[in-house]
């Protein structure tokens, strides 16, 4: 209310409330980029984190989904330089001007291509923040569909060129986080501190 004063609260105590005012357009109107839900959110798995830039809307997922598998296969740059907008203004929020010294991705895997869709999005993310892209491990071309369960089947992370002191790992999409973890455990070990970035991760109602 207008002249009300208002109260601090202790952190702890604080209640944190989702924005419920946001109009849901209808699925045919949204595409892809205007049904997902633009919530970053830190995401963890064992000892890795990653910071997720979007969120699948629960009533529009299944669309988003083929909607995503058809992006994948059609890699149209507008779409693709969109979302590395996107990503590459939340990386500038938390690091600053200088992000890092280079950016990184997930080897592609289940496209069967060199020229991925999360490669794409990484060195897209890399021209919008001027930051050199440097692809640390190769391809790792594999068939089947992607799920934890395969993920052991594949051959280890195979190292082509070295890291640099400070990388952005990025990637589109996280579901379990096994590869975000898998590819930030390895850059770490090699000596680069890393961020994991990715644009879709988790769902809301």
Not at 184 to 192: N, Q
Request: a positive charge; aromatic letters at 6%.
């Amino acid at each position: 209310m207008p002249g009300e004063m208002l109260e601090f609260v202790e952190f702890g105590q604080a209640t944190f409330r989702a924005v419920a005012s946001e109009a849901e357009r209808p699925r045919e109107e949204a595409g892809l980029l205007g049904s997902l839900v633009y919530r970053p959110t830190v995401f963890r798995r064992n000892h890795v984190g990653w910071i997720a830039a979007c969120a699948w809307r629960t009533r529009a997922k299944a669309d988003d989904i083929v909607a995503l598998k058809r992006a994948k296969r059609e890699l149209d740059p507008g779409l693709i330089d969109n979302i590395a907008e996107s990503v590459a203004a939340l990386v500038l929020q938390l690091h600053g001007c200088r992000a890092a010294d280079a950016i990184t991705t997930v080897p592609c895997g289940h496209s069967r291509r060199p020229d991925c869709f999360g490669k794409r999005l990484a060195q897209a993310v890399g021209r919008s923040l001027g930051v050199q892209f440097l692809q640390v491990f190769a391809d790792r071309p594999c068939s089947g569909v992607s799920h934890p369960k395969e993920f052991r089947k594949l051959p280890p992370l195979r190292q082509i060129a070295d890291p640099v002191s400070s990388m952005i790992l990025v990637d589109d999409l996280a579901t379990s986080g096994w590869h975000v973890e898998e590819s930030v455990t390895a850059l770490r070990s090699l000596g680069a501190s890393t961020s994991g970035f990715v644009w879709i991760g988790g769902t809301v109602t």
